[in-house]
């Protein structure tokens, strides 16, 4: 069913000579059309208003219901933005400029379930970086204006919001841009520079040639966008992430200034409250990495905003070694320890931060008390890579390491007041076995309002919660775990015909959980369940917003690989659908390759059959209303076991997963085998494009946002640590691009023109479209305007679906199939 080409040294010689050939050639425009919409079941669908998020309070007493605004307009999606650093920002607003928001908010009592609107918000709010005070009593966020974020916190007690700052909040770069004291009434947040002038002018004259030197050090990066590329980008960036630091306390008049001026990447307060650490970059900036590996130095302050000591200055990051593991060297992972005043901590590679070294102890972890005068202390130590700390007391905490190669991880028991006492381990296993995985650690706020380990009252026993993952499915469930001698018992778990997830124990003595329930038709809801009664409290009551999907047939299905591999998907059918009467349908097939160590682990059932019917804007199911079965999130596992890896048998694997699926629906009797569409979004392109190229299983092919020459990703890939010069090879037999002239199916390519993901740069749909043009397939490309790797705006998203809708129809559901001599 395939056929693979090996390249020879002189082959990949010639090839470059051809791809320079094809690169310089000009594309030129045929369809240039307005905005298209699809079909209304489908439209519907994608105006459905979306159900509220929910956040629970610290106490657990209140519930706080979030409204979310359907898609925006192209127009506020086309906003101006400028892409540096690593980062989008828009000018006018200082902040983000690909944010989502809320546009209303509710508390409701979880005692008597009564809802209150929040009053004092301006008309159509725009609802950012939400976040509780330690204590719950109050909620801060940022509402956005035309020329600026303002800072608002709402009192819960009279569920009214008030204006703490005017539009002066700098959130360009990621976190939240303020900070809660423990005392709740005092709020850090970070501020424009308010005499910073006019933004920096692009000057026409250039000042000079950008020149960028490598004295021989190795610098094997993965490719990223938006990085800067001048001087004037330097001038920007600084300009618009330069930000003062200012203090406030609510009630008390005028905030004031905290510390220095600076690029600040990240502040957080102690736990107390009497120590505020700040990462400022610093530079020499870079042009290959962005601002998160950038030189930056750590300084602690006091509440008065004078500095107490530079804790550290971290150089920049360029040459981290390559691989997935390789860290920088000196200390990293800076944090204040969650049970203590104002203790700090932080690991430093033993390696160093080169997973291909030999070492016996990768990572060191320090402890440094307030008022950091002494030295370091230090704690546990690391065989494996730095994974993070849960912390309860100062004799319990977890610790978890993790090592890419085998996949391993373990999670640890140690006593923070005697690190020298070494390490319990609690779990050594690998993280893609998901049936033998047992759970997370489940925490509570302290009296810091910071969240630790939640334990029974004797402390001899931690609670733990996970998906539960097992062969009929995920069943989530709640356990408690003895500390003493390792063992769980299991307290609760999900029963069929509902898909039912622990979110937060309320009140562990008690037993009572806040869980999410749903089913097949049944929205997701917040209940609070008993798990000494079994009792069940329903506290929310969404309703379905996607009417049009009801009575959908939906089917979890296992099948085999002809390597033995167990397969697992679900199949969507129209509500109406009668095999014996409707005979065969056609199907769209969608998925997204995922690499695994062992067989076993690829084998294993990932998802529920009791899920709720969800769709969002890139879901394959929106063609189940169009008369289409829809074959969703088929297995396509890519293994590579011991010391093989898996990319070196990809095409294989890719090839063998989509004939095992198709076998298995066309025996069904669902699926006309002449009348299959593939479909994936960014690595799912990826295996679209190849699965047109090594089989001839489908009528036709959608590849969104994808890659297809992996020459342009030269360091590494997805999971794939090796580079184009050691493994040519596989690069090669990877790339569809490489094999463009064996796709004889029609293809439809999508991408947005500001794809930001690593790796999905536009210019890979350009080439390929390019390459396809150029040996005659049958080809259509759309670059949606303003649109990054996955798409917001309603026009874009719309035509996007007319776009598919239109395809497949042509090529699919109403293709000619010719008799069979």
Request: glycine share 8%; aromatic share 10%; proline share 6%.
């Amino acid at each position: 069913m395939y056929k693979l080409i090996y390249p020879s040294s002189l082959l990949l010689r010639a090839l470059s000579l051809t791809i320079l050939t094809i690169m310089i050639k000009p594309l030129t425009a045929q369809d240039n059309l307005s905005y298209q919409m699809p079909p209304k079941d489908i439209a519907d669908l994608i105006d459905a208003e979306p159900t509220p998020a929910a956040s629970l309070s610290p106490a657990g007493d209140q519930m706080l219901l979030l409204s979310r605004p359907s898609l925006p307009s192209i127009e506020e999606v086309a906003q101006e933005e400028l892409r540096i650093a690593g980062i989008r920002i828009n000018p006018r607003t200082n902040s983000s400029s690909r944010s989502a928001y809320y546009n209303g908010m509710k508390l409701k009592s979880m005692a008597d379930q009564k809802e209150t609107e929040i009053s004092g918000l301006p008309l159509n709010p725009k609802i950012e970086n939400v976040s509780w005070s330690p204590d719950g009593s109050k909620i801060a966020f940022t509402i956005t204006l035309e020329n600026g974020l303002e800072l608002w916190v709402t009192d819960t007690k009279t569920a009214k919001a008030s204006r703490i700052t005017g539009a002066i909040i700098n959130d360009a770069m990621s976190g939240l841009p303020y900070r809660w004291f423990s005392d709740n009434v005092t709020l850090l947040y970070k501020s424009v520079l308010l005499d910073r002038g006019a933004a920096p002018v692009k000057s026409i004259r250039p000042f000079g040639p950008t020149i960028q030197e490598n004295k021989g050090n190795k610098a094997a990066v993965r490719t990223y966008q938006d990085l800067l590329k001048n001087a004037h980008d330097e001038a920007l960036f600084e300009y618009y992430t330069k930000t003062q630091l200012r203090l406030v306390k609510l009630g008390m008049g005028e905030s004031k200034l905290f510390g220095n001026p600076g690029i600040i990447r990240g502040f957080s307060i102690s736990p107390d409250g009497s120590y505020v650490m700040i990462m400022t970059v610093k530079k020499p900036f870079s042009y290959i990495v962005p601002y998160s590996r950038f030189p930056y130095t750590i300084e602690i302050y006091n509440q008065e905003g004078n500095i107490v000591t530079r804790l550290a200055d971290i150089p920049h990051a360029e040459n981290i070694p390559k691989g997935f593991g390789a860290v920088r060297t000196g200390p990293r992972s800076h944090d204040w320890r969650a049970d203590k005043p104002a203790t700090l901590y932080w690991v430093e590679a033993q390696d160093d931060g080169n997973p291909r070294k030999e070492s016996a102890i990768r990572d060191q972890m320090y402890l440094l008390e307030a008022p950091f005068n002494g030295e370091p202390q230090k704690a546990i130590a690391f065989k494996l890579r730095y994974g993070g700390i849960n912390w309860g007391n100062d004799e319990m905490a977890i610790a978890y390491e993790w090592w890419w190669q085998n996949r391993q991880e373990i999670t640890s028991l140690w006593n923070p007041a005697k690190p020298s006492q070494g390490k319990d381990i609690l779990f050594d296993r690998s993280w893609e076995d998901r049936y033998n995985d047992p759970g997370g650690f489940e925490t509570k706020r302290n009296k810091y309002g910071r969240l630790v380990l939640q334990t029974t009252q004797d402390e001899k026993s931690i609670y733990m919660t996970g998906l539960g993952a097992s062969p009929e499915g995920n069943r989530p469930f709640v356990d408690i775990f003895n500390l003493e001698n390792k063992t769980s018992t299991r307290l609760w778990r999900s029963e069929a015909p509902y898909y039912e997830s622990p979110l937060t124990i309320i009140d562990e003595n008690k037993g009572i959980v806040l869980t999410r329930r749903e089913a097949k038709e049944e929205v997701p809801n917040y209940f609070l369940r008993n798990l000494n009664t079994g009792k069940l409290d329903q506290i929310t009551y969404f309703e379905n917003p996607y009417k049009a999907l009801k009575g959908i047939q939906k089917e979890f299905i296992k099948y085999k690989r002809k390597d033995g591999v167990e397969l697992s998907g679900t199949l969507y059918l129209p509500a109406d659908y009668d095999q014996q009467k409707d005979g065969q349908l056609p199907v769209l097939m969608w998925a997204y390759p995922r690499e695994f160590k062992s067989a076993e682990a690829a084998s294993q059932v990932s998802d529920s059959p009791y899920k709720f019917i969800r769709i969002g804007w890139g879901s394959p199911l929106f063609w189940v209303t169009q008369g289409y079965a829809v074959f969703d999130n088929f297995g396509m596992p890519i293994i590579g076991e011991g010391a093989e890896e898996p990319n070196e048998t990809f095409v294989e694997q890719l090839v063998a997963g989509a004939e095992a699926a198709v076998n298995t629906i066309v025996e069904k009797g669902v699926a006309d085998p002449d009348k299959i569409a593939v479909g994936g979004h960014s690595y799912g392109a990826f295996m679209t494009a190849n699965l047109l190229a090594h089989s001839d299983l489908f009528a036709t092919g959608i590849a969104r946002s994808g890659a297809y020459n992996r020459t342009l990703t030269p360091f590494g890939f997805q999971s794939e640590e090796r580079t184009f010069w050691e493994t040519p090879e596989t690069y090669f037999k990877m790339s569809p691009f490489m094999h463009a002239d064996k796709i004889k199916e029609p293809i439809l390519l999508i991408h947005g023109e500001a794809d930001n993901n690593s790796g999905t740069f536009p210019m890979q749909s350009e080439r390929f479209y390019a390459a396809l043009k150029g040996h005659g397939a049958n080809v259509r490309m759309v670059m949606l305007p303003h649109e990054s790797h996955g798409y917001r705006a309603r026009e874009s998203v719309m035509h996007m679906l007319w776009e598919m809708t239109t395809w497949m129809d042509k090529h699919c559901k109403n293709k000619e199939v010719r008799t069979k001599p």
